[in-house]
């Protein structure tokens, strides 16, 4: 229980002003001060007297009557008795005062009419036995305390007097004079609950003095823990103690250590260490029956899978072998468990002898079968090579000697295109193409034709400026292969664009582009491998494309200016398609080298016109020399252009073997096609239509004038070299 002391002052409440005050000692009691102006009127008492004024007294008593000292505190339950007696008021000299009534409220807010039975009488006058009475006692009213009523501490009771009249004038002054004051009494709690007691306030109980005092319930009684081996005790500062008795837990095990738990009671730990029987493959465990041994077969691990580890109780680890495990299904070894034999498996134990099959022949390989056990002996020369021949000379030492190239030997590649053969003493799965078991169809390059894409429709002017090319028709991709168009115009081939000029409102803005320059002496050819061809864009204002234009698709129909592959995979069964030509927007591959002689051209957009200017042609024209590394320019037969020839006798009796026209300025673009399959555009096994074209270096046809062709390629598979 809490303990609340409070100070002990008196606080003066008056019913109205200056109607009186009071005083506090032991009991508590209040002077209540003069007011008002008197007159010696005839009935005044005393005479002469002054206002009005009362002295109040205000004390608690205790059950057996004493009175209780501001010093002193009550319980939490006590009964108090609260009595008030009424005086002349010292201060002045004031009229004497009677009747009225006397209340008091105590701290649980009810208030008690304490006026006496027979009324208040007239105090403080001279009257013989009318108004000489000097005090005047009220009833009393009890209280029990109680914790709700307690404020700061204390719980305060008050008191009010206002009485009839007072002898103050002829006619007596009703309702004054008045007077209130409080008494508050420290509340002291019974003390906390404790493990050992109960505490609390008992209000039938008493102590002589006092009625309801501070009691107690012993509940010692509830330290029992419910561990039968612990000693249980109350201690008045510290509560329940409960102190463990190792003695009464014993269990009557010698291996056993025996503690009492304060929680769990009585525990009996193993001590396995008290029943060592000294063989090392046992487990020594203590249990309530006492020391057991069990065997430990694991402890006898001898790190080879091939024997059987157990643990004897008396003798220790026993190690039996079982030559069955050691089996390695190979027949040409005799097997069996010997961990003792140096040439056992570091993990089986295992010891594998094999058989010996030598035949003492220096030329053969000697072995043994795994399935059956017998022996064999195989030629140690073969080098599994089909294209060689392989000797033994009686010392062992062996050699080889190819076969002769063409022999066939084993298709490895499975491409039907290609014949396999040996070559050099390696089998070349290239060494002939089997057109016959492989027909590549020809390209034929079809257009101009209608259709519902304008570009199918656009006509290649002067598209003899492509004098020639190859291969023509349709061929197998053999290795090296280049596709090779030669030029020859009046005027220098058409590189690329280098410069785009383009007009607005705000100016002019100018774009160059890296073109590659002719060599020092353009007129013996110059050769440029991987060229540079200016701006590669096919839309937009940086589009290096011809001027080209189809009725109502004034953007659709420019071509790319730089010489120009076009690739469609018309592998089966894709024979005919033309995907990939420019015609059906394909993408242009510039080409891998250019030869001879070139030029550039400038763009300028003044939208919506664009006009290209050609730079000039070269001093020099160079012709047929297209410099190092180009390749000799086909002839044909005077009347089938497209015949190639070396001789007159290829074109027949009638026509002779001639070189395409030379009009001063010759050059050569290349593609090479291991480079097209190297970066993935072609893919072996596929068949390919190549389309291509490049422009002339005069441009002074609508569109400008550009030659067009197309081949047909397949892309062998398989090796074509031997290692």
Same mark, same amino acid.
């Given at each position: 229980?809490?303990?609340?002391?409070?100070?002990?002052?008196?606080?003066?409440?008056?019913?109205?002003?200056?109607?009186?005050?009071?005083?506090?000692?032991?009991?508590?009691?209040?002077?209540?001060?003069?007011?008002?102006?008197?007159?010696?009127?005839?009935?005044?008492?005393?005479?002469?007297?002054?206002?009005?004024?009362?002295?109040?007294?205000?004390?608690?008593?205790?059950?057996?009557?004493?009175?209780?000292?501001?010093?002193?505190?009550?319980?939490?339950?006590?009964?108090?008795?609260?009595?008030?007696?009424?005086?002349?008021?010292?201060?002045?000299?004031?009229?004497?005062?009677?009747?009225?009534?006397?209340?008091?409220?105590?701290?649980?807010?009810?208030?008690?009419?304490?006026?006496?039975?027979?009324?208040?009488?007239?105090?403080?006058?001279?009257?013989?036995?009318?108004?000489?009475?000097?005090?005047?006692?009220?009833?009393?009213?009890?209280?029990?305390?109680?914790?709700?009523?307690?404020?700061?501490?204390?719980?305060?009771?008050?008191?009010?007097?206002?009485?009839?009249?007072?002898?103050?004038?002829?006619?007596?002054?009703?309702?004054?004079?008045?007077?209130?004051?409080?008494?508050?009494?420290?509340?002291?709690?019974?003390?906390?609950?404790?493990?050992?007691?109960?505490?609390?306030?008992?209000?039938?109980?008493?102590?002589?003095?006092?009625?309801?005092?501070?009691?107690?319930?012993?509940?010692?009684?509830?330290?029992?823990?419910?561990?039968?081996?612990?000693?249980?005790?109350?201690?008045? #500062? @510290?509560? +329940? $103690? !409960?102190? &463990?008795?190792?003695?009464?837990? /014993?269990? *009557?095990? =010698? %291996?056993?250590?025996?503690?009492?738990?304060? #929680? @769990?009671? +009585? $525990? !009996?730990? &193993?001590?396995?260490?008290?029943? /060592?029987? *000294?063989? =090392? %493959?046992?487990?020594?465990?203590?249990?309530?029956?006492?020391?057991?041994?069990?065997?430990?077969?694991?402890?006898?691990? /001898?790190?080879?899978?091939?024997?059987?580890?157990?643990?004897?109780?008396?003798?220790?680890?026993?190690?039996?072998?079982?030559?069955?495990?050691?089996? /390695?299904?190979?027949?040409?070894?005799?097997?069996?468990?010997?961990?003792?034999?140096?040439?056992?498996?570091?993990?089986?134990?295992?010891?594998?002898?094999?058989?010996?099959?030598?035949?003492?022949?220096?030329?053969?390989?000697?072995?043994?079968?795994?399935?059956?056990?017998?022996?064999?002996?195989?030629?140690?020369?073969?080098?599994?090579?089909?294209?060689?021949?392989?000797?033994?000379?009686?010392?062992?030492?062996?050699?080889?000697?190819?076969?002769?190239?063409?022999?066939?030997?084993?298709?490895?590649?499975?491409?039907?295109?290609?014949?396999?053969?040996?070559?050099?003493?390696?089998?070349?799965?290239?060494?002939?193409?089997?057109?016959?078991?492989?027909?590549?169809?020809?390209?034929?390059?079809?257009?101009?034709?209608?259709?519902?894409?304008?570009?199918?429709?656009?006509?290649?002017?002067?598209?003899?400026?492509?004098?020639?090319?190859?291969?023509?028709?349709?061929?197998?991709?053999?290795?090296?292969?280049?596709?090779?168009?030669?030029?020859?115009?009046?005027?220098?081939?058409?590189?690329?664009?280098?410069?785009?000029?383009?007009?607005?409102?705000?100016?002019?803005?100018?774009?160059?582009?890296?073109?590659?320059?002719?060599?020092?002496?353009?007129?013996?050819?110059?050769?440029?491998?991987?060229?540079?061809?200016?701006?590669?864009?096919?839309?937009?204002?940086?589009?290096?494309?011809?001027?080209?234009?189809?009725?109502?698709?004034?953007?659709?129909?420019?071509?790319?200016?730089?010489?120009?592959?076009?690739?469609?995979?018309?592998?089966?069964?894709?024979?005919?398609?033309?995907?990939?030509?420019?015609?059906?927007?394909?993408?242009?591959?510039?080409?891998?080298?250019?030869?001879?002689?070139?030029?550039?051209?400038?763009?300028?957009?003044?939208?919506?016109?664009?006009?290209?200017?050609?730079?000039?042609?070269?001093?020099?024209?160079?012709?047929?020399?297209?410099?190092?590394?180009?390749?000799?320019?086909?002839?044909?037969?005077?009347?089938?252009?497209?015949?190639?020839?070396?001789?007159?006798?290829?074109?027949?009796?009638?026509?002779?073997?001639?070189?395409?026209?030379?009009?001063?300025?010759?050059?050569?673009?290349?593609?090479?096609?291991?480079?097209?399959?190297?970066?993935?555009?072609?893919?072996?096994?596929?068949?390919?239509?190549?389309?291509?074209?490049?422009?002339?270096?005069?441009?002074?046809?609508?569109?400008?004038?550009?030659?067009?062709?197309?081949?047909?390629?397949?892309?062998?598979?398989?090796?074509?070299?031997?290692?």
């Amino acid at each position: 229980m809490r303990r609340l002391k409070l100070s002990r002052l008196g606080r003066l409440k008056n019913g109205r002003a200056a109607s009186g005050r009071a005083l506090a000692s032991g009991t508590l009691a209040t002077l209540l001060a003069l007011a008002g102006a008197g007159t010696a009127w005839a009935h005044q008492d005393p005479p002469a007297c002054s206002g009005t004024g009362v002295a109040i007294t205000f004390e608690a008593l205790r059950n057996d009557g004493s009175p209780i000292d501001l010093s002193e505190t009550v319980t939490e339950c006590e009964l108090l008795t609260y009595r008030a007696m009424l005086a002349k008021s010292t201060a002045g000299n004031p009229c004497a005062f009677e009747g009225g009534t006397i209340t008091i409220t105590t701290p649980d807010g009810v208030a008690h009419d304490v006026t006496p039975s027979g009324g208040v009488p007239c105090v403080g006058g001279t009257v013989a036995g009318g108004c000489g009475a000097m005090s005047a006692t009220s009833n009393t009213a009890t209280y029990s305390v109680r914790p709700q009523d307690v404020a700061s501490g204390e719980v305060t009771a008050q008191v009010d007097y206002m009485a009839a009249f007072s002898h103050t004038r002829a006619i007596e002054e009703p309702d004054v004079p008045r007077a209130h004051t409080e008494l508050g009494n420290t509340v002291e709690f019974c003390p906390a609950d404790t493990q050992c007691t109960d505490n609390f306030c008992d209000p039938a109980k008493s102590n002589g003095v006092q009625l309801g005092v501070c009691s107690s319930t012993d509940t010692s009684g509830r330290c029992d823990d419910g561990v039968a081996c612990t000693t249980d005790t109350c201690d008045a #500062v @510290n509560g +329940c $103690q !409960h102190s &463990p008795n190792n003695g009464a837990c /014993d269990d *009557g095990v =010698a %291996c056993t250590t025996d503690t009492c738990d304060v #929680v @769990n009671g +009585c $525990q !009996h730990s &193993p001590n396995n260490g008290a029943c /060592d029987d *000294g063989v =090392a %493959c046992t487990t020594d465990t203590c249990t309530a029956q006492g020391c057991q041994h069990s065997p430990n077969n694991g402890a006898c691990d /001898d790190g080879f899978s091939c024997t059987t580890d157990t643990c004897d109780a008396v003798n220790g680890c026993q190690h039996g072998r079982n030559d069955a495990t050691c089996s /390695d299904s190979n027949a040409c070894t005799d097997d069996g468990c010997d961990p003792s034999n140096t040439l056992h498996d570091p993990t089986t134990g295992c010891v594998y002898t094999t058989r010996t099959c030598s035949d003492s022949d220096p030329c053969t390989n000697d072995s043994c079968d795994p399935a059956t056990g017998n022996c064999m002996h195989t030629g140690k020369c073969n080098d599994n090579n089909e294209c060689t021949n392989d000797f033994c000379d009686a010392a062992g030492t062996c050699s080889h000697t190819n076969v002769a190239d063409g022999s066939p030997c084993t298709d490895t590649d499975g491409d039907a295109c290609t014949t396999p053969a040996c070559q050099a003493g390696c089998c070349n799965q290239r060494a002939s193409v089997n057109t016959t078991s492989c027909p590549i169809t020809n390209c034929s390059i079809m257009y101009p034709f209608s259709s519902s894409d304008p570009r199918t429709n656009v006509t290649f002017n002067e598209s003899e400026v492509l004098r020639t090319f190859t291969p023509m028709g349709g061929v197998p991709a053999t290795p090296g292969l280049t596709i090779k168009l030669w030029y020859n115009d009046e005027h220098a081939m058409v590189l690329g664009v280098s410069k785009v000029s383009v007009k607005t409102s705000s100016g002019t803005t100018t774009t160059n582009y890296p073109l590659s320059s002719l060599c020092a002496t353009p007129g013996t050819g110059c050769a440029q491998p991987n060229p540079q061809v200016g701006t590669t864009a096919l839309n937009g204002d940086q589009s290096g494309t011809d001027t080209n234009a189809c009725t109502g698709f004034p953007d659709l129909c420019d071509r790319p200016i730089f010489p120009s592959l076009f690739v469609t995979d018309i592998t089966d069964p894709n024979q005919t398609s033309k995907a990939g030509d420019w015609q059906s927007g394909g993408t242009p591959i510039p080409p891998s080298a250019v030869f001879g002689s070139w030029k550039s051209v400038t763009k300028l957009k003044n939208p919506p016109a664009v006009t290209l200017t050609t730079a000039a042609d070269p001093g020099t024209k160079n012709h047929w020399s297209l410099g190092p590394g180009s390749d000799p320019v086909p002839k044909h037969c005077s009347v089938s252009l497209g015949t190639t020839c070396n001789v007159n006798a290829d074109c027949g009796g009638t026509q002779t073997c001639v070189q395409p026209a030379d009009e001063g300025y010759g050059a050569e673009a290349r593609w090479g096609v291991d480079d097209l399959v190297g970066n993935g555009t072609l893919i072996a096994g596929h068949s390919y239509r190549l389309e291509f074209m490049f422009h002339d270096g005069d441009q002074n046809k609508t569109g400008g004038d550009v030659g067009e062709n197309c081949v047909n390629i397949r892309i062998l598979t398989g090796s074509s070299s031997c290692p």
